[in-house]
């Protein structure tokens, strides 16, 4: 927006006189160009200061239009520390203070990169009395900065600080940085307004012009971007466990690199092994140099601040291109498993209803029988980014509550690009009913071999089926199952030809025990630790560690978990490549009828599948492969 005072009044005021005057007349000097402020408006890579190409819309912003800044959140010094000069831990507000944004100098040369770029058009007719400044106005003052380099150093740029006459008639490049993402729109909705005034000196009014930037929105990512590096948490010590699930990571780790993903995975060594749960990795872009995205990864930890494996992304994550963002306003009513991130998943880019999710949209749980949402705080800062409005689907037929225990999304040679992935109890118990009509109800219908410690579960085919609480759970959970997928059907557009359905079954706990009075305990939040007939030590470890994936809540109704460990709950590797919790069904002919039925699932839907034993370390926790993991994925697809 260009604020130009009335010079042109003055200037024919002394032509007019000059043309009167009984002399030789004289050439007037040029009247200086009016101040112009320039930003990355059409999203190139450049600022334009020759051509109009950024002039148009530099005063509003769209998702298509407008300048963007990142929030510089990283450490590329790598300065940021995890313990205080005594030597005791830091709080974790002040782990989250500590960023390139929160002191006023460029943290590196490479730093410069995660710079938005301003420059003013050159005004080569100003006089030597000539000055300018720059600052931001509005509610984006205190949650930005401008730099300025001046002979070889970088200058915070205030108001105070005057641009000289040689600088503006050359030309300036000017360079702004968020200090936050947006938190809460309502508060402040990302927007920065820069304003550029120029004095012309001589006694001549100012110019001025602004241009508006807005903080480029934090994205969760979907699973149409490429895997580049998995995370895992590997338990340090914690007996038969801690061995158990350290052979889960080796065994990881070779899947992976079958997949030609690497490097390595990021390990982490809290003794929380639900890696999905306590971070969701995500990123912010802004065009860069060729309009490729600029991209600066944004691990955003879950809005459960006594869940201290989250403290372990400042320590092993933050770094160059790497920022970390943690939400504390936790209300005492929002039911904590609700919170983990295993219960925020992306549907992959759509358009539909008039509406447009070029980044995915986001998709979370919540208890419709009780109310119960996702923390407040969380949802907001997601709605707040404008462009994944967060969807939730109903999971109170669930133990645990998280979409990631029957819905994911695959890529797909299709026109949409991608399938919706649902597990199917129908088709679970179908596979038992025809083994039982073949003559095969006396077969397990677990394969697992016992573990160190640990039992072996029992139940014949035959059992199972005449166990009414297991055909009643299913048929919960097929309801609920289909309720959601109508929902989102609805939103999204797929119809039922691009719904992939993967068998699957459903237990609501421990057959035999009588109901605990008011529907709690521990044993019914990890089912078949019972069954297994384990001794004392193995059966509490697993409690344990299961006990982190859900902490006492009302129980109003059934809720359940897999009972075989659940196929849609693993891991998207690449484009046709998916990692599936081995399956350990009933055994008939050589073969394991789970695992036939659920690659041909997978394999119709393109996807080459390949199995890992979870069976004692994640399934009995109520989770799998994809709750003890997580993934790193490409930040380069733009979201503009």
């Known amino acids: 927006m260009r604020v130009n005072t009335p010079g042109r009044t003055a200037l024919a005021i002394a032509v007019v006189t000059a043309a009167l005057a009984p002399m030789t007349p004289a050439v007037a000097a040029p009247a200086p160009a009016a101040a112009d402020l320039r930003a990355d408006v059409n999203r190139d890579g450049t600022v334009d200061v020759t051509g109009a190409s950024d002039v148009e819309g530099e005063d509003t912003w769209t998702t298509g239009r407008g300048a963007v800044l990142l929030p510089n959140i990283d450490d590329d010094g790598r300065r940021c520390k995890a313990t205080a000069p005594n030597g005791k831990p830091l709080s974790d507000a002040d782990l989250a203070r500590c960023n390139d944004a929160s002191d006023a100098v460029v943290n590196g040369a490479a730093d410069a990169a995660d710079l938005a770029r301003l420059r003013t058009v050159p005004m080569p007719a100003l006089a030597d009395a000539a000055s300018g400044s720059v600052r931001v106005v509005g509610p984006g003052a205190s949650r930005s900065r401008l730099f300025l380099k001046r002979a070889g150093r970088w200058v915070v740029l205030t108001p105070a600080v005057k641009?000289?006459?040689?600088?503006?008639?050359?030309?300036?490049?000017?360079?702004?940085?968020?200090?936050?993402?947006?938190?809460?729109?309502?508060?402040?909705?990302?927007?920065?307004?820069v304003e550029l005034a120029v004095a012309p000196g001589g006694g001549a009014p100012a110019t001025t012009d602004r241009v508006t930037l807005r903080v480029a929105p934090l994205l969760t990512h979907h699973h149409l971007q490429q895997t580049q590096r998995v995370m895992v948490t590997q338990i340090q010590g914690g007996g038969s466990y801690g061995k158990r699930q350290r052979a889960f990571v080796e065994a990881l780790d070779a899947q992976t690199r079958e997949a030609g993903i690497g490097p390595a995975s990021v390990k982490f060594t809290e003794p929380d092994p639900w890696t999905q749960d306590f971070v969701e990795p995500a990123y912010a872009s802004?065009?860069?140099?060729?309009?490729?995205?600029?991209?600066?990864?944004?691990?955003?930890?879950?809005?459960?601040?006594?869940?201290?494996?989250?403290?372990?992304?400042?320590?092993?994550?933050?770094?160059?291109?790497?920022?970390?963002?943690?939400?504390?306003?936790?209300?005492?009513?929002?039911?904590?498993t609700l919170n983990s991130m295993g219960n925020l998943e992306t549907i992959p880019p759509y358009e539909h209803a008039g509406r447009a999710f070029p980044a995915g949209r986001i998709i979370m749980g919540e208890r419709k029988d009780t109310?119960?949402?996702?923390?407040?705080?969380?949802?907001?800062?997601?709605?707040?980014?404008?462009?994944?409005?967060?969807?939730?689907?109903?999971?109170?037929?669930?133990?645990?509550?998280?979409?990631?225990?029957f819905v994911q999304f695959l890529p797909a040679d299709t026109p949409r690009g991608w399938r919706i992935a649902v597990a199917d109890p129908e088709a679970g118990m179908r596979l038992l009913r025809d083994a039982k009509a073949q003559g095969h109800g006396g077969r397990g219908v677990f394969s697992v071999p016992p573990a160190i410690g640990m039992g072996r579960p029992g139940e014949t085919i035959d059992q199972a089926l005449a166990n009414p609480k297991l055909a009643a759970d299913n048929a919960l959970?097929?309801?609920?199952?289909?309720?959601?997928?109508?929902?989102?059907?609805?939103e999204t557009g797929v119809t039922d030809a691009e719904v992939v359905r993967v068998p699957a079954l459903y237990t609501r706990g421990i057959e035999g025990d009588a109901e605990p009075a008011g529907g709690k305990s521990d044993e019914r939040r990890v089912p078949l630790l019972r069954r297994l007939g384990g001794s004392a030590e193995s059966m509490e470890e697993v409690r344990r560690f299961g006990q982190q994936r859900r902490l006492a809540g009302p129980e109003l109704t059934v809720q359940t978990s897999a009972y075989i460990p659940g196929a849609v709950n693993g891991v998207v590797l690449g484009k046709d490549r998916y990692l599936a919790p081995k399956q350990w069904g009933p055994v008939i002919n050589g073969k394991d009828v789970f695992t036939e039925a659920v690659t041909a699932a997978y394999r119709g839907a393109g996807m080459r599948v390949s199995y890992i034993d979870d069976f004692y370390t994640y399934h009995l926790g109520m989770g799998e492969v994809h709750c003890g993991t997580n993934t790193l994925r490409d930040t380069t697809q733009r979201w503009w």
Request: a neutral charge.
């Open 163 to 193: 641009l000289t006459a040689a600088e503006l008639r050359a030309g300036v490049e000017l360079y702004a940085e968020a200090t936050d993402i947006v938190r809460d729109r309502a508060v402040w909705d990302g927007t920065v307004v």
């Open 286 to 336: 802004m065009a860069g140099p060729g309009g490729k995205a600029q991209s600066m990864r944004i691990m955003l930890r879950s809005a459960q601040p006594d869940r201290t494996a989250g403290r372990q992304l400042f320590t092993k994550m933050r770094g160059p291109d790497v920022g970390v963002v943690q939400v504390t306003q936790v209300l005492d009513s929002e039911e904590w």
């Open 371 to 405: 109310g119960a949402k996702p923390a407040r705080a969380m949802r907001t800062l997601l709605a707040s980014q404008g462009l994944q409005d967060p969807l939730l689907l109903d999971t109170s037929w669930l133990h645990v509550g998280h979409v990631d225990e």
């Open 477 to 490: 959970a097929a309801r609920r199952i289909a309720a959601n997928l109508e929902v989102l059907k609805r």
